[in-house]
């Protein structure tokens, strides 16, 4: 990009500046001082109160000058400055000889996984290998136009078509057999007690310690 249009903004910035500066100067008191008192600087600034001195019309001035002068610069950079919306963008010039060159890509197109690479060129692809030469038999056409395909180009059309494949049948899956459970071995049943012949007091005595066995059984629950 050239100076001139690089600091462009920055000189039309300053010459506004300048001007606002120069008609601040020149403007009679009584216009300086009706818009000092619509902008109701004199509540801010005790030495914007009217009349205003050449110490309050400096620095209106300056204050003008800055304002309009940043204002400017702001504007027309964002409009004619490097990528504003209204600056001419320069078509990228194809150096064929250069090895990084990179075609340009819209930002829509691009992609940080998949940056855009420099295009091959015909000379890095070599000479194109010769054609094949093939021998080509030229036919006539038969005597016997009725006759079937196969007889007048076997190697293209089989006399006898093939056997189509048919699918296999689907063979049941076996069922293993059920295995029968094993017999459980018993053991040999123990004989009741004869309780025919006890007496009273083994018949007592029985009773009293299963009543305190069911007591110590209770007393653990």
Do not use: C
């Amino acid at each position: 990009m050239p100076p001139q249009r690089r600091f462009g903004p920055a000189w039309i910035g300053g010459a506004v500046g300048l001007f606002a500066i120069l008609l601040v100067m020149i403007a009679p008191d009584w216009r300086l001082e009706s818009l000092v008192s619509s902008l109701s600087l004199g509540d801010f600034l005790a030495a914007a109160r009217p009349p205003l001195g050449m110490k309050a019309r400096m620095l209106l001035a300056l204050v003008a000058g800055l304002g309009a002068g940043a204002v400017t610069w702001a504007v027309v950079y964002l409009l004619w400055g490097p990528g504003g919306l209204l600056a001419r963008r320069a078509k990228p010039v194809r150096d064929d000889d250069d090895e990084d060159y990179v075609p340009a890509v819209r930002r829509s197109d691009r992609h940080p996984d998949a940056p855009p690479r420099r295009p091959l060129n015909a000379a890095e692809l070599g000479a194109p290998p010769p054609p094949l030469e093939e021998d080509i038999v030229e036919r006539t056409l038969p005597a016997d136009l009725d006759q079937p395909l196969s007889a007048y180009d076997p190697e293209a059309i089989l006399s006898t078509p093939r056997e189509p494949m048919r699918p296999a049948a689907a063979e049941p899956m076996p069922i293993p057999p059920m295995r029968e459970p094993a017999p459980e071995e018993q053991g040999a049943a123990l004989p009741l007690p004869d309780r025919q012949d006890e007496s009273i007091e083994t018949i007592l005595d029985r009773l009293e310690r299963e009543t305190a066995l069911r007591k110590a059984q209770q007393r653990k629950i």
